[in-house]
């Protein structure tokens, strides 16, 4: 994926592993070890997964726009922010998440080709935790690729991408 100007910040910790220098498209691939604080962000172009991988669970404070949650995440829950969304969260202790920025640009392509549907229609709609055991096992298939680096997998990330 080709680095899209963006405003974030979710503290200082750099991911664990990345996608970027692998050169997928479409999507842009995360793992980060944050210890306890908080962060903000608002990806202008991406719709944004978040899975915890936290061994333990971790309390959290999510808003986004009117919206807020409180309470605990486990490994396994997703938060889902739209493209354009401010995004803002703060946790009480060490936190392990797998983070998937998807343009919105490939999310409206596959709604006009592949669900032939207006991608005007088109709405990601804010979600906290959340579980979806088809989503955590794709997921988990992309966070094996990116730890593999094996730069032969792009269609097979391609094709992940799009079940997604």
Sequence with gaps: MKPIASHQLV???QPLFSSQIQGWEQILV??????AGEGKMLYPNEHVICLSLAPRPVRLLQI??????TGLYGKGDFAIAPAAAPFFARWDSDDRLLQMRITSQF???????ALEMNSDRLEVIPTFRTRDPQLEA???????????????SRLYIDSLVNVL
């Design 64 to 69: 986004q726009g009117d919206k807020s949650y």
């Design 107 to 113: 999310m409206a392509q596959v709604a006009t080709e």
């Design 138 to 152: 794709i997921a988990m298939l992309m966070l094996t690729e990116l730890k593999q680096e094996n730069l032969g």
């Design 11 to 13: 503290c200082t910790s």
């Design 30 to 35: 995360e793992e980060f070890h944050h210890p």
